[in-house]
């Protein structure tokens, strides 16, 4: 979703995932990794009590990216 530049010249790539899986198998750990996964179902819940956690958790993250300097501020834009 959106690639960010670090101050020391790293580099944070952000991303969505469009399902959820779980790692059956790592095939390769170096230069990178790759695995056997399966994909899995997760009931979906919704209410009151899950929109307020959710916006609390936001909230949170938010706060967390304003008090660690080494996070940019780009970051809290979720």
Do not use: C, H
């Not at 996964?37 to 009151?48: D, L, R, S, T």
């Not at 009590?49 to 780009?74: G, H, S, W």
């Amino acid at each position: 979703m959106r690639m960010i530049r670090e101050l020391d010249g790293s580099q944070r790539v952000i991303v969505q995932g469009v399902s959820r899986i779980r790692v059956k198998e790592y095939v390769q750990r170096e230069p990178y990794f790759k695995a056997r996964v399966e994909e899995f179902a997760e009931p979906y819940v919704q209410g009151v009590e899950i929109d307020a956690l959710v916006m609390n958790l936001k909230n949170l993250f938010q706060r967390a990216v304003e008090l660690a300097p080494y996070l940019t501020a780009e970051l809290g834009r979720w």
